[in-house]
Nanobody, 114 residues
Framework: VQLQASGGGLVQAGGSLRLSCAASGRLFNINTMGWYRRAPGKQRELVARITRSGSTIYADSVKDRFTISRDNTENTVYLQMNILKSEDTAVYYC?????????WGQGTQVTVSS
């Protein structure tokens, strides 16, 4: 399974960005997909996850601002990020879990200027 993330960039505080992650390869056993992030000097943390059936989990810090969605026909997961804050600055990584392993994308930088 290969994951290709895109959509990062530089945005002012209060702005929005939309991340996309397209999966390719052996996809039949992919269940949960999600987004993690690593801010400078910090450990990687969960941002949001979504199952194949659409159940979602969010980090408390992004609830009511970020929305994760998934297109199973296109094997793509999205992260709509609104009301961005400087503390959202990080490298965002796409993740996909299956019964045989966990897969990671290459990361996309999100920088929020205050």
């Amino acid at each position: 399974v290969q994951l290709q993330a895109s959509g990062g960039g530089l945005v002012q505080a209060g702005g929005s960005l939309r991340l996309s992650c397209a999966a390719s390869g052996r996809l039949f056993n992919i269940n949960t997909m999600g987004w993690y992030r690593r801010a400078p000097g910090k450990q990687r943390e969960l941002v949001a996850r979504i199952t194949r059936s659409g159940s979602t989990i969010y980090a408390d810090s992004v609830k009511d601002r970020f929305t994760i969605s998934r297109d199973n026909t296109e094997n793509t997961v999205y992260l709509q990020m609104n009301i961005l804050k400087s503390e959202d600055t990080a490298v965002y990584y796409c993740n996909a879990d299956s019964i045989v392993g966990s897969y990671w994308g290459q990361g996309t930088q999100v920088t929020v200027s205050s």
